[in-house]
């Protein structure tokens, strides 16, 4: 079989098939998360917090993620890789472009993931018109904490819940391939995956997207800071890294993950 790209995606979601993303950062994780069958693998910046130990992702470098994205496609040989853009690396298109540039010729990512909506529109576009594959991402942006104060769900009301629907119909529209949904409460996120063409993958979004991606050290239950309400410790009912990824791929697949208890009203 050859390796996963944005047309299998593509045609899992046209067929029903749901998609199983996971994090990654090193080449020993990516062995056994390709093993365990995952269709993509996200290079998230989440590795400034759960690998580096920072507070947040704010002080993730383009470099770091350049060196991460590489220990994990050196290895990867199925799974699609997504390399996340970090904070203060796509304040301009231009800049945007020499990020993405380097995460896709050092790091050889198949996709960039950029956060933002309205205000990264005229990016998105420049990177996509160029021959640059982008995720968007929606909802709990973590690179936006500050202003947040909290990591909490987003999208609750209509007026809010409006805005994210029309962010994420612009970023299909200015040529987002794909979108990450986090932390939004799940008619929402159903609304808004209805509405795509493009595979809409959610964390904390419910179980009525394309796919799901989940953070491996939380879903191994290793997270230093607790484990969110939305994850489910895979580890703690397997018993083995293997097995805990295994049954996490088989609980997207099966529709089974996430159940009520993971998903925002
Ligand atoms: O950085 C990351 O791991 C992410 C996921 C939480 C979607 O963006």
Known sequence: MGKNTISTLNRMKANGEKIAVITSYDASFTQQVEAAGVDAILVGDSLGMVVQGHESTLPVTVSDMVYHTANVVRVSRQAMVIADMPFMSHGSAEQALDTAGRLMKEGGAHMVKIEGGAPQLETVHHLTARAVPVCGHL??????????????????????GERILKDAV????????????????????????????????????????????????????????????????????????????????????????????????
């Open 139 to 160: 909802g709990l942006m973590p690179q936006s904490i500050h202003q947040l104060g909290a990591y909490r769900v987003q999208g609750r009301g209509e007026h809010a």
């Open 170 to 265: 612009g970023l299909q529209d200015a040529g987002a391939q794909m979108l990450v949904l986090e932390c939004v409460p799940a008619l929402l996120a159903a609304e808004i995956t209805r509405a795509l063409d493009i595979p809409v993958i959610g964390i904390g979004a419910g179980v009525d997207v394309d796919g799901q991606v989940l953070v491996l050290y939380d879903m191994l239950g290793i997270t230093m800071n607790g484990t969110p309400s939305f994850v489910r410790d895979f580890l703690a009912e397997e018993h083995s890294v293997q097995g805990a990824l295994a049954a996490y791929v088989r609980a997207v697949k099966d529709k089974q993950f996430p159940a009520e208890e993971h998903t925002f009203k």
